[in-house]
């Protein structure tokens, strides 16, 4: 019984560990490349591009980093990237990155 209850609890944590989210803006090198659809290139782009600023959303993500459109951001956000603390939506990739709401 006691057994039981040991590989219940670790494969739970396993199930969270594996679904934990990976904000861009404080992610290392290691948690993007972590990340399935990121790699050591596409981790370095994001990282240099954090350099100057923090990423504001989705948007300013798929525009400051070659190679992230909306297909791949939807798939990269399945894997458990955020950015702010926020999944992909799909009208994130049409809102432009500065764009003020309309009133």
Do not use: C, H, Y
Not at 6 to 32: G, H, M, Q, R, W
Not at 42 to 69: H, Y
Request: hydrophobic share 40%; proline share 5%; net charge positive.
């Amino acid at each position: 019984m006691k057994q039981r209850l040991i590989a219940l609890l670790l494969s739970l944590s396993a199930v969270t560990t594996a679904f934990a989210a990976v904000d861009v803006n404080k992610a290392s090198e290691a948690d993007l490349d972590s990340i399935k659809g990121i790699g050591p290139g596409t981790s370095a782009k994001i990282i240099e591009q954090r350099k100057d600023a923090p990423f504001k959303n989705w948007g300013d993500l798929m525009t400051r980093v070659s190679g992230i459109g909306a297909k791949r951001a939807a798939g990269l956000s399945e894997q458990g990237l955020t950015v702010n603390g926020e999944a992909f939506k799909p009208e994130a990739a049409t809102a432009s990155p500065t764009a003020k709401p309309k009133q």
